[in-house]
């Protein structure tokens, strides 16, 4: 074994119980955990290889928890990510308030992260479609104006999961080069400076 | 063993006497709903020259403190936890103290409580929070012990059986009662009526109040209610607490707290269950003290700078303990640990990093704490506390090299087996008719206890059998005439508890 080596920082944000923690166990395990939910604490890290062309990308997954209780801190988690994945769940408008408030922390601090709308729990949806709480077409209209991807997924089914994260990698894939000899990977104990003088609420 | 295990020459010392950075800039966040939270003190501020400010604060530990754990001790570092057969005991030259043993005590137990048992019983095994109950039905009166938790404005925070909402009002009541009292400048301690006894403990800013109808004392029953606010505290820092209160008084914590209530859950039904949390003690994981060295070996080689503790538990016991040169972990807060690993199954997913205050070692900031399991579908899980929230990677890499010096010794299969069976029938200490018994070494902090005998492996039996405990262990610690040794015969145990300079041992033996 070696050190961990990871390609790309990728980050789950979301309101809590919106499924970030399903989707990723969907796209590490294939599996769908049923029982009590049980909510992340902190954030959980599992670095996932995938295959894009001929090249292994290995993405650093970040699986925040979504309680207001880890608000503050969670600049640590997303800081230098090339990609993040911000979930709301299609049966609850008020988790894609939450969505929104993510992107605009995003566009504030990390211009360079990708953005991935992910509506999650849509086999809900397909059960009754009277469940949907969150219109279609705002979002891509919402994902347009920021130039971001959307998603329509289900951890239950594993519908449309490997495509978001493949869709993740694969843009990384192509835009690694531009940025390369800046950034490349990530390193916590860079720009630890810049950190501390942006990290804080009023 | 020499043994700093981590680096010398860091310096922790807070030049300023405060947490927040001198020279931190503000910048504006997107609008969030939470309330500001203090700068420096949110979760994750890394503080890693204020974290040390305190020392230990041991001011508010149950009566009983305890000195120093191991601080005359040649080592840098200690190493807790050895293996504990009745043969060893004798050497041991600590003082000690023992918990107690079962006696008949039924009297006190009407059969409704009985019943009442089962019930929490099956809520338990449901792993359903019993907040759908309605408040007020006579079973949710008739749970045994009710634990509340307010703000000073008289807002619920938690409840333990029923939804905060519909106790607003009663919360409301407990608040004017305390604050009635305080204006008079007296302080209320319990109030004891009909069969029940209310107990409060004001820790500003929250109002703690536990409602028991067991024969537990008012001492142990504020005790308890220490341990829910530190659990708090664990979680928000006290510094973050008195500022948002500050901010606003009515504030609603509970969202904040969203989604940390079975983590206050599980705690009490430690408490009711644990004797660990009576005794100071946390049990320790029987293993060969050769596989032990090399464990704790194995842990101290995988240092880093801001690595403070390295603990290794299997399942809730302590398999070792590594920890920074002079820097002590206090009971209370490994006790919030293992609360913290036992009750969430989220540290199976990945590498877990979490912010966590312990506040018995500093109330003021947070630690990161580095979770994961060895192995997916191992019980082994290694707890690595580090005082810089950027330090992820270098911590991940501790745990992989602690892992492959490991695996290369024949130690990690003794300590897999150990971990197979973690205990171990009372027979095994060779002494006939004893059905029972907790052994606590008070130099180490750690006790030892065998497996639960056929007679008590009922809930409602096994939590008569830490009352009987809690019996002992107040005879022992009486505050104005602690007693060395106790003898108690009854109809379907006998008890005895023995506190020694050599050894101490309780015993429960049938009659
Ligand atoms: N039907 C359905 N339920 C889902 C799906 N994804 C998640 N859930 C359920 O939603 C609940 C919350 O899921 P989590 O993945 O734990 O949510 P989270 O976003 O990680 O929550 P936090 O960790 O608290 O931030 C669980 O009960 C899941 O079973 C899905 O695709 N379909
Ligand atoms: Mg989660």
Known sequence: MTAMRVDAKVVMLGKESVGKTSLVERYVHHRFLVGPYQNTIGAAFVAKPINVGDKVITLGIWDTAGSERYEAMSRIYYRGARAAIVCYDLTDSSSFLRARFWVKELQTFEEHCKIYLCGTKNDLIKADRSARQVDYHDVTDFADEIGAQHFETSSKTGNNVDELFMKVAEDFSNSAFELMPEEKGVDLGQKKDSYFYSCCHN | ?511
């Open chain 2, 1 to 511: 063993m020499a043994a700093d295990v981590h680096n010398k020459g860091v310096t922790w010392d807070a030049p300023n006497g405060s947490l927040v950075p001198v020279d931190r800039l503000r910048s504006e966040r997107s609008d969030s709903p939470t309330p500001g939270l203090v700068q420096g003190t949110e979760p994750g501020a890394g503080q890693e020259h204020a974290m040390f400010m305190h020392a230990q604060s041991f001011e508010d530990l149950a009566a009983e403190s305890e000195s120093n754990p191991d601080s005359d001790q040649a080592e840098d570092q200690s190493v807790l936890g050895e293996s504990q057969e009745a043969s060893e005991k004798e050497g041991e030259e600590e003082e000690q103290r023992g918990g107690a043993e079962p006696e008949e005590e039924q009297k006190d137990q009407p059969e409704e409580n009985q019943k009442q048992h089962q019930k929490q019983k099956q809520e338990v095994q449901t792993g359903v929070r019993g907040k759908e109950e309605d408040v007020t039905s006579e079973a949710w009166r008739r749970h045994r012990k009710h634990v509340f938790v307010l703000s000073e404005a008289g807002k619920p925070i938690y409840t333990r059986y029923g939804t905060e909402e519909a106790l607003s009002t009663t919360m409301g009541v407990m608040m004017a009662l305390v604050s009635f009292v305080e204006a008079e400048k007296n302080i209320i301690r319990a109030i004891h009526a009909d069969g029940c006894r209310v107990v409060f403990l004001h820790k500003s800013p929250l109002v703690l109040v536990g409602v028991s109808q067991s024969s537990q004392s008012d001492r142990e029953l504020s005790r308890e209610l220490q341990y829910v606010y530190y659990q708090i505290v664990s979680l928000l820092t006290l510094t973050q607490l008195n500022h948002i209160f500050q901010h606003k008084q009515n504030y609603d914590l509970r969202r904040l707290l969203a989604g940390s209530e079975h983590l206050t859950d599980s705690l009490l039904r430690l408490l009711d269950r644990d004797p660990g949390l009576l005794l100071n003690a946390v049990m320790s994981l029987p293993l060969s003290s050769s596989a032990r060295d090399v464990v704790s070996t194995s842990l101290q080689a995988a240092k880093a700078k801001s690595l403070v503790f390295s603990i290794l538990l299997a399942g809730n016991r302590l398999v070792t303990l590594v920890r920074k040169k002079d820097q002590y972990l206090h009971h209370m807060d490994l006790h919030l640990l293992f609360n913290l690993v036992g009750s969430s199954s989220s540290f199976r997913e990945g590498e877990g990093w979490t912010p966590i205050c312990l506040p018995k070692f500093n109330t003021a900031g947070f630690f990161h704490a580095h979770i994961s399991y060895l192995e997916p579908k191992s019980d082994l899980c290694l707890i690595l506390v580090s005082t810089d929230r950027e330090d992820f990677f270098n911590l991940s890499d501790c745990k992989r090299r602690f892992l492959e010096r490991l695996r290369k010794r024949s130690a990690y299969q003794a300590l897999q087996e150990a971990v197979q069976t973690p205990t171990y029938p009372v027979s095994q200490v060779g002494i006939p008719e004893l059905w029972h018994f907790v052994y606590k070494s008070k130099s180490s902090g750690l006790y030892t206890s065998p497996e639960l005998p056929v007679p008590y492996q009922k809930e409602e039996e096994h939590e008569r059998l830490i009352g009987l405990y809690r019996y002992l262990h107040s005879c022992l610690h009486h505050p104005t005439r602690p007693l060395r040794s106790v003898y108690r015969c009854g109809d379907t145990e006998n008890l005895f508890a023995w506190v020694s300079t050599i050894t101490t041992a309780a015993f429960n033996k049938q009659v």
